[in-house]
């Protein structure tokens, strides 16, 4: 017998028990919140049941207890936060506040509570971005180990960690889980199929450029793409329409516009997965588990003719792109595609494709299909085959070292809850941010493929393996991450040339990596000394010497894109 | 003193200080404004200032041993005093992407936790933000708790001060109030105002100690390091205690 099939035995052996499940008035049973909520789900309606009940008898020690967990502003943690926390009180009798703020707020309150040593929060969904720092720091519990030991009589039969297709992301270089996955999405190349169809626009863009308008492969082409659209057409349908969309605004998602994969996509790193091998997606080197400088004097990457192509391709698409878009953010930036006026943007989180797929929108059509689609993300002129294609971020349940053990116990129990399968197909059609191969398998995700534009294919393919999160080798993302939107914001505003403000960037991150060696109690950096810059350029691997940057533009059909996904 | 006349005096004050701290050695500046019960403006000159976020600076200064003074401005010129008077710094403010450069931040000085609260007879149901759909909230002007609900949406009725804003509550002119626990507890205690209960926490801040870029680095990391002893000394627990009244659990309990 199966350790599953024994888990699920002994689940369904608990069923009974539900009949005697109190109900308080505007309370539902675990039956009322299946048929009414949790529908649809990869697990029969018995299997659902058993699961709850699970939970039920797993919280009876913690009835009456109320729980503080946070995660950022994405539609699958409005959805946990409004729904999945109503459900998992009214079946265990524990209560939720479960926040929702902007990453950067998330972030500095997770570093408050283990630098001070308060608790603030029993749980933070937290970027697994961190993997780095919580592995050196071991500030907050690995769940391997806690799952072991005293999270064990807490841990859910059929979790099914196997069927987590992003579970390395918060896997640590000792092989153990710190960080389990509750949410994932990519970011990837977002396009206006119908304008890209239609013969009068390919037929143009042929004449101007040469070869056909469809889905960049290169930066090349989506410069020429970008320039096609934002002043040759200018105009479709009585609109003003752009050929690209970013933003730009000096604030912290502005560094993640850059750390999130930016430079890689460019080229800068080294090939093999998930980030880079020596040299990672933030220019640093390692030796080992070791990071050993980010400069190229030291034989990282950020200050490399790679990295300062990069930015300036991101500063100069500015022109291409709406009026505004340099003074938006994130989260601002993120919806503006859904006004029908952009035709492509490089750097689009899926996270956003339930607003793009509303219908009614201008970009759906009347059938609720999309009018757009998404694809892979041309690459830059120094990228090559093995290297990460591209960012993916994978918000993971993260239990701080510091709260009391049956808090912690508690926590992971709603932590499972809303990761586990009785929950989490319904919840990857609201947020469409899906974490387990069951619901990304599953013949609804199939149904739907037709209107979510690409996502489906994409997290089917093995290309979902290529876009990756920031990896081990960044030893304090707290620290560190900063440094990306203080410094690139000066080239972006002009204050400083590019060079000069990647030089600054890549001595800073250095100083970085050795303030980090405090904090970390495993694979701290060691600093390699600083030598002849020529030395690493000549060599193979990054960091890459100045190359040809305008090489001709490709581009390929859609059904030829997405099949580079499994290639 | 009404509330006009302390703003004048405060502002006397902080051009006589600034006149005479170019003369001084270091000096901080720290500016407040009347915010029960975090900050109290004196009634009257020479009195001393009150409040938790006043208590926790004088445990600051006093275990790092920097010099300072309390001046008491309104909220919007204690911003800009900070961001471009040298040797000044504000309390507390809350960290946005807009304000992150422009100042230098010590903190956390304030960690509070904002809730729903309701008249007790309603037996209104809130258990998450989707539940305050259509309905009238109020909130005190510049909250973090009108903000938040603000920027999520919402449709808040301000008021300038959170008593006017319980006030409209209990008047039923509105459904709901928010407001961080601490100021709410006060105001229910002080009043006696058994009807009405907190209904739901749904954010947390952290407010911080914002000071002038020109701050010595050196200053800076002396400011976090010594925050960080009173937090894990427990002194800070000890601050927030006389202001919880009933509310034994300050951030997380049972």
């Known amino acids: ?567 | 003193m009404g509330p006009i006349g302390k703003a004048w005096w405060s502002i006397s004050l902080l051009l006589v200080s600034a006149l005479l701290s170019a003369e001084e050695g270091v000096r901080l500046r720290i500016l407040a404004h009347d915010e029960p019960p975090f900050m109290v403006a004196p009634e009257s000159p020479g009195q001393p200032p009150e409040g938790l976020a006043i208590d926790v600076a004088r445990a600051l200064f006093s275990e790092v041993e920097i010099d300072h003074e309390f001046v008491f401005v309104p909220p919007k010129r204690a911003f800009s005093f900070a961001a471009t008077q040298p040797g000044a710094c504000v309390i507390a403010l809350e960290r946005s992407q807009e304000r992150e450069a422009r100042l230098t931040w010590i903190g956390p000085f304030l960690i509070t936790r904002h809730a729903i609260y309701r008249l007790r007879q309603t037996d209104r149901q809130i258990r998450s933000l989707d539940d305050l759909k259509g309905l009238h909230i109020g909130a005190a002007l510049g909250s973090a708790a009108a903000e938040y609900l603000e920027v999520m949406g919402f449709e808040v009725d301000l008021a300038p001060r959170n008593d006017l804003v319980l006030k409209k509550l209990q008047l039923g002119r509105n459904a709901l109030w928010a407001s961080d626990t601490l100021a709410a507890s006060l105001l229910i205690r002080e009043q006696g105002l058994s009807e009405v209960v907190q209904e739901k926490v749904f954010l947390t801040t952290l407010r911080e100690m914002a000071c002038h870029k020109s701050l010595p680095a050196e200053t800076a990391r002396q400011l976090a390091d010594g925050l960080r002893t009173l937090y894990q000394r427990g002194d800070i627990h000890k601050i927030y205690k006389p202001y919880l009244g009933q509310q034994g659990n300050w951030l997380i309990g049972r």
């Open chain 1, 1 to 567: 017998m199966t350790s599953e099939l024994r888990g699920w035995l002994s689940l369904l052996g608990l069923c009974s028990a539900l009949v005697f499940f109190p109900v308080r008035a505007a309370v539902l049973t675990p039956e009322q919140w299946v048929d009414q909520e949790l529908t649809p789900s990869t697990l029969s309606r018995a299997q659902q049941l058993a699961e709850l009940e699970w939970f039920r008898q797993a919280a009876r020690p913690f009835q009456g207890m109320t729980l503080y967990v946070i995660s950022e502003r994405i539609d699958t943690h409005w959805y946990e936060a409004n729904v999945l926390a109503k459900a998992f009180e009214d079946i265990t009798g524990i209560r939720v506040v479960h926040e929702i703020t902007g990453e950067d707020d998330l972030l500095r309150k997770l570093v408050t509570q283990l630098d001070i040593g308060q608790v603030i929060y029993d749980a933070y969904i937290n970027d697994s971005d961190l993997i780095g720092t919580h592995y050196r720091k071991q500030s907050v519990l690995s769940l391997s180990r806690f799952m072991a030991s005293d999270g064990a009589a807490f841990t859910l039969p059929t979790l099914k960690l196997d069927d987590f297709i992003g579970l390395s992301f918060g896997t640590g270089p000792d092989a153990e889980l710190y960080q389990l996955p509750d949410q994932q999405f990519a970011n990837l190349y977002w396009y206006r199929h119908d304008w890209f169809q239609r013969p009068d626009l390919r037929q143009r863009f042929r004449e101007l450029y040469g070869y056909e308008l469809g889905v960049p492969a290169n930066w090349s082409a989506y410069e020429d793409i970008a320039e096609f659209f934002s002043e040759k057409v200018r105009e479709l349908d009585g609109k003003r329409v752009y050929g690209h969309m970013d933003y730009g605004r000096t604030d912290p998602s502005l560094g993640w516009r850059i750390s999130d994969s930016w430079l890689s996509m460019a080229g800068m790193g080294d090939k093999g997965l998930p980030n880079g091998i020596p040299v990672d997606d933030w220019g640093i080197r390692v030796d080992g588990c070791r990071p050993v400088g980010a400069s190229v004097a030291r034989g990282g990457a950020v200050d490399s003719p790679a990295s300062i192509y990069a930015i300036r391709k991101f500063r100069d698409w500015f022109r291409y792109a709406p009026p505004d878009a340099k003074s938006l953010n994130f989260t601002e930036a993120g919806k503006r595609v859904t006004e029908g006026q952009i035709a492509q943007q490089i750097f689009w989180y899926t996270a956003f494709v339930a607003q793009a797929s509303q219908p009614g929108s201008p970009v759906v059509n009347p059938d609720g299909t999309p009018k757009w689609r998404i694809a892979p993300s041309p690459v830059g002129a120094y990228w090559e085959k093995g290297m990460k294609s591209g960012y993916q971020d994978a918000g993971s349940w993260t239990l701080p070292a510091n709260v009391p053990l049956e808090r912690q116990q508690a926590a992971w129990l709603y932590a499972q809850f809303t990761v586990s399968r009785t929950v989490s197909l319904k919840k990857t059609l609201v947020g469409l941010t899906p974490i387990r191969r069951s619901d990304i398998e599953s013949p609804i995700m199939s149904e739907q493929a037709a209107k979510l534009g690409g996502l489906v294919e994409f997290y089917r393919s093995k290309a979902r393996n290529y876009w990756t999160p920031t990896g081990t080798n960044v030893p304090d993302y707290p620290l560190m991450s900063p440094l990306w939107w203080k410094m690139v914001s000066r080239a972006i505003e002009g204050q400083e040339p590019v060079r000069t403000v990647m030089r600054q960037l890549a001595q800073a991150m250095d100083e970085a990596l050795a303030d980090s060696r405090s904090g970390s109690r495993q694979c701290g950096a060691e600093l390699n000394p600083v030598t002849d810059e020529q030395i690493w350029l000549q060599r193979d691997g990054s960091p890459k010497a100045k190359r040809d940057e305008n090489p001709p533009g490709i581009t390929r059909s859609y059904e030829e894109a997405i099949r580079a996904w499994d290639r």
